[in-house]
């Protein structure tokens, strides 16, 4: 006669749980490309913020920021997990800068530390990019291109500009009047940027209080 199967529950361990930041996934690898092309001190600050969005949704963003520090050495089974996520991330962020830059981040111990030494030595404001930004910024206009065409150029060059220098932050109103002086800024150049066969609806649209933003005024042109 066989011998019973043993029915004894496996027990979840703690880090099964998927809310939890040790957790790992099946399809989480080492070779995985988080995000698409090379970080490298032109579009650190781009590129960072993917990464950094695209840790998040994975819920590894603490190794990153701090929050999550290496287990004390007590606790065996911590530290192996911790050192398999740390690794994970490592590598999740190698594969997104330049070889190059790679070569010399990639024998600091942990996440959180190549994070930082990439922030502090591309983190600062290329003052050379900011300024040919922003003079893209001034030139941009419509021409031949599409509506469409236009306002996703000027919108992808307000991005970049933002992320090179961000609003300063403040609180209560102050914060809401700078955000609504920039919408307005924004519109404007829109606006001042539309071929002459939209100089009716241009001037209907400034004559709107308030002025609306400007993916407002794009959904009313189209």
């Given amino acids: 006669m066989s011998e019973p199967a043993n029915t004894t529950p496996i027990t979840p361990k703690w880090y099964d749980d998927p809310s939890h930041s040790f957790n790992l ?24 913020h993917a990464m950094l969005m695209a840790l998040t949704t994975k819920n590894k963003d603490w190794f990153i920021d701090g929050t999550v520090t290496r287990p004390p050495a007590s ?21 997104t800068i330049s070889p190059k830059i790679a070569e010399s981040v990639m024998y600091n111990d942990t996440a959180y530390e190549l994070w930082e030494e990439l922030k502090e030595c591309f983190s600062h404001t290329n003052s050379v990019h900011f300024f040919q930004i922003k003079q893209e910024i001034h030139d941009c206009i419509q021409e031949g291109a599409s509506i469409g065409e236009y306002y996703t150029k000027l919108k992808s060059l307000w991005d970049t500009r933002d992320a090179l220098c961000p609003l300063p932050h403040c ?36 004559l709107m209080e308030p002025l609306p933003a400007v993916n407002k005024v794009y959904s009313l042109i189209v």
């Fill in 25 to 48: 996934h099946h399809s989480d690898q080492p070779g995985m490309i988080l995000v698409a092309q090379s970080l490298n001190q032109e579009n650190y600050h781009i590129k960072s």
């Fill in 75 to 95: 606790s065996e089974a911590e530290t192996k997990q911790w050192t398999r996520c740390n690794i994970l991330v490592k590598g999740w962020i190698l594969n």
């Fill in 171 to 206: 609180g209560g109103n102050a914060a809401k009047e700078l955000q609504e002086y920039q919408q307005k800024q924004h519109t404007i150049k829109f606006l001042m940027g539309l071929n002459a066969i939209y100089t009716a609806a241009r001037g209907q649209i400034l």
